[in-house]
C-alpha cells in the first residue's frame, strides 16, 4: 500500500508541476472561450 501511495504522490506532484508550468497558457485559452 505504501509503495503504490508513493506512486501516487510522485505522478500528482508531476502532474501538479505540469499544471502550474500550462496555467498561463490554460487560462488564456478559456479566456478566448468566454469573450
Keep these: ?3 503504490f501511495h ?3 504522490e510522485k ?3 508531476r502532474c501538479h ?3 502550474e ?3 498561463p ?3 488564456k485559452m478559456f ?3 468566454e469573450t
Design 31 to 33: 479566456e478566448a472561450i
Design 25 to 27: 497558457e490554460l487560462l
Design 6 to 8: 508513493h506512486y501516487i
Design 21 to 23: 508550468k500550462a496555467k
Design 11 to 13: 505522478h500528482s506532484m
Design 1 to 3: 500500500v505504501t509503495q
Design 17 to 19: 508541476r505540469g499544471f
